[in-house]
């Protein structure tokens, strides 16, 4: 017999633990990709219960249901999709009442609706007892107490969600007093909904038009109720119609005191308050908590910062050290592939252009952009996603907040550019913890500025070879003047293109978590390095090849007849103004896919090998043709000009817009340009 199948979205304010409940209920079933037409990541998976296969989405983590961010458009938009049979919404238990306010929001929505109290433990652990019976009552919807990091209440959680679809367990879901004065716009409204053909959740509709919801009020003001997900409603609504009704919202919304907003909010908090006084109990008289305790140090006016610089400079050296001797061992077993399958093609007598283009090309390319991204993307991810669940993350995004603000932007900002250093692609990625649209776009722009592993790593090979014992003090003063140039691109971002735009940010600060390893492991190397990686190999590869056919054609050709030998003539120009010769320019140009293969690249537009295969020759060579500026300038150009491939890619994932990917390239680029040219100039009148 087919299996009754039930959709069932997860909802839930961030950080109260509905991924661990995705995963423990879906195990390795499950998918991660964007909601379409949204830059907002899901998962989907799929479990089986008691012959049931139920489908799971885990929907994005948000505070309310306004509509004010992608995140609560996507979630809102699937709930009243109609969609998922049920909705499952993971409250913190910890911090029930200001959980409530998107539970209410929800139960405005649909019926069909089961709570789970999660964090039960730590109620417990902070002196405190909730009834979850009484809970029940209030809310009328079923609520399951739950341990999700133990999977305790899991099986009764699954149990209350089937009988809540197939009718076992009926539902009455609370709904909110807003007073006389919205109640009585509320049934006016609800009124002319009737008249026009708007069946279902007048009262919900009533509701946002009042809040002059951006999404509701622009699908009635444009005449399509598509936009909103009512159309099924009343597809025949004339848009003048619609229309009417949004300017009878308008009067009405003006002439309530103090604003009809505001009142909305405030009774849905003062509703909240009540029911989580009548449903909790302390238990042990109220006294400072252990997250509190260390908060006093943490987040303290004069310890956060050496604290906040020393987490920092913890993970920027295990990335560093630990990329370093992981990108040995890669690199190490990537030439013995490599060895091997060059001698079976030399075995079976295959022709050069094979063995090159797919060795020296393909594979060559391949191995070197896994062996400089693989290894600092894990550590740090895995060393953010561990920070998360202590709860160290925010706090640190918190004490970065103040000289953020100088610059227009937040204390987010600087986590990517923290995780910029071990690779600008998880620098962009992490922008989406920022809320605001205009401070996430300063994040991404300004993230490929930041020196990554790849650049530091290949950068300290040429510095030293290039500088002697000079090598410390100039590799310094790279990494401060990438952090320089960050943070004035952003203060010229948030002058220019989004000048005007609010840059404050809403933070949670959760209690401090013994963190669940296998969580952490699960969110960091699969949901993110695994995928991460595949598009960067995708990329990689191809490029590697173009790269070695620009050097092997015609075969036998001398250097100067090469594709290689004529883009070093045609860039020569371009870069003559900052102190860049036509072979710098062209190595640079080859360093797309990843900037740790810049060595062979230069040896390549030198004329020194036809691959990018690892030599020692440029570096021997090069010191003895570079005079000091001219390789400081390089230098300077090298760790600022361009993102890798992978990481405009990653730009392009981020944002769906041809139009920031390009500024993503550009405003790095630009920024070098203008800071080789000063420290080229400024170099030169200083008489270096």
Same mark, same amino acid.
């Given at each position: ?17 509905? *991924? ?15 909601? /379409? ?7 989907? =998976? ?9 489908? !799971? ?11 004010? *961010? ?23 238990? @910890? ?13 405005? &929505? ?10 039960? +433990? ?38 209350? &969600? ?12 609370? *709904? ?79 002439? #309530? ?46 310890? *956060? ?33 490599? +060895? ?41 991810? @895995? ?6 669940? !202590? ?24 986590? #990517? ?41 290949? =950068? ?39 000048? =005007? ?43 590697? &090849?173009?790269? %070695? ?16 030998? %004529? ?5 020569? /120009? !371009? ?47 090069? /010191?003895?043709?570079?005079?000091? !500026?001219?390789?400081? @300038? ?26 920031? @990917? ?14 080789? &040219? ?11």
């Amino acid at each position: 017999m087919a299996k009754e199948a039930i959709t069932v979205g997860l909802a839930g304010n961030p950080n109260v633990g509905k *991924s661990v409940i995705f995963n423990a209920l879906t195990g390795g079933r499950q998918h991660v990709g964007n909601w /379409p037409g949204k830059t907002v990541e899901r998962a989907e =998976g799929t479990f089986t219960y008691h012959g049931r296969e139920i489908h !799971l989405v885990d929907l994005p983590g948000t505070y309310s249901l306004a509509a004010q *961010s992608p995140e609560e458009i996507v979630a809102r938009d699937y709930i009243l999709s109609g969609v998922p049979d049920v909705v499952v919404d993971v409250v913190d238990a @910890t911090s029930l009442e200001r959980n409530l306010n998107l539970t209410l929001q929800i139960l405005e &929505l649909t019926d069909q609706v089961v709570v789970a109290l999660n964090l039960m +433990d730590e109620v417990q652990r902070q002196g405190w007892e909730i009834d979850a019976e009484a809970l029940q009552e209030q809310l009328g919807v079923p609520v399951v107490p739950t341990v999700a990091t133990d999977k305790k209440g899991l099986p009764q959680l699954v149990a209350a &969600l089937v009988d809540v679809v197939t009718g076992e367990r009926s539902t009455s879901p609370a *709904s909110v007093d807003y007073g006389l004065t919205v109640e009585g716009h509320v049934e006016s409204l609800r009124t002319d909904l009737d008249k026009v053909g708007i069946d279902q959740r007048k009262r919900w509709v009533a509701l946002r038009l009042l809040e002059d919801d951006p999404e509701v009020v622009g699908a009635f003001r444009a005449g399509d109720l598509t936009e909103c997900c009512l159309a099924d409603d009343a597809p025949s609504i004339s848009p003048k119609t619609l229309r009417a009704i949004v300017r009878k919202a308008e009067r009405l919304r003006e002439s #309530t005191r103090p604003d009809a907003k505001v009142e909305i909010v405030r009774h849905r908090y003062e509703f909240a308050h009540d029911v989580v006084h009548r449903v909790t109990r302390r238990l042990r008289p109220d006294e400072e908590s252990l997250t509190e305790r260390i908060d006093q140090i943490v987040t303290h006016r004069v310890w *956060s910062w050496p604290i906040t610089l020393a987490v920092f400079l913890a993970i920027f050296w295990i990335t560093i050290e630990g990329g370093e001797i992981a990108g040995g061992w890669l690199e190490a077993g990537s030439s013995w592939v490599i +060895d091997g399958v060059r001698s079976w093609l030399t075995g079976i007598q295959a022709p050069w252009w094979i063995t090159g283009a797919l060795v020296d090309g393909f594979l060559m390319g391949v191995a070197t952009v896994i062996a400089v991204m693989l290894p600092p993307m894990t550590i740090l991810f @895995t060393a953010f996603a561990l920070l998360e669940d !202590l709860g160290l993350l925010p706090r640190l995004a918190f004490n970065m907040d103040r000289p953020m603000q100088v610059l227009g932007s937040q204390g987010k900002q600087t986590l #990517t550019w923290g995780m910029s250093f071990g690779c600008n692609v998880t620098g962009v990625m992490a922008s989406r913890i920022i809320e605001s649209k205009k401070t996430q776009l300063a994040a991404i722009l300004t993230s490929p500025l930041i020196i990554c592993s790849g650049g530091y790593g290949a =950068g300290i090979a040429l510095v030293i070879a290039l500088f002697g014992d000079r090598a410390l003090p100039v590799m310094l003063s790279l990494v401060l003047l990438s952090l320089g140039a960050a943070s004035l691109a952003t203060l010229i971002l948030n002058k220019t293109l989004f000048r =005007g735009e609010p840059g404050g940010f809403v933070l949670e600060m959760p209690a401090y978590r013994q963190p669940k390893w296998r969580q952490v492991a699960w969110r960091a190397l699969v949901d993110r390095v695994a995928h991460t990686m595949w598009r960067a190999v995708e990329f990689a590869g191809p490029a590697s &090849l173009l790269i %070695w056919l620009l050097g092997n054609i015609p075969p036998g050709a001398p250097f100067e007849q090469t594709p290689v030998g %004529w883009l070093v003539r045609a860039l020569a /120009p !371009l870069g003559r103004l900052c102190g860049l010769t036509g072979e710098m320019i062209t190595a640079l140009l080859f360093t797309w896919p990843a900037k740790e293969i810049v060595v062979p690249a230069l040896a390549m537009t030198y004329g020194l090998q036809s691959t990018l295969v690892e030599s020692p020759g440029p570096l021997n060579y090069l /010191p003895q043709v570079w005079e000091p !500026l001219s390789s400081y @300038t390089f230098m300077v150009f090298f760790m600022l000009y361009l993102p890798c491939m992978v990481t405009v890619w990653a730009i392009w994932r981020e944002t769906r817009s041809l139009k920031w @990917t390009l500024m993503g390239v550009l405003v790095p680029l630009t920024t070098a340009s203008v800071i080789t &040219l000063l420290v080229y100039h400024g170099g030169r009148l200083l008489g270096f």
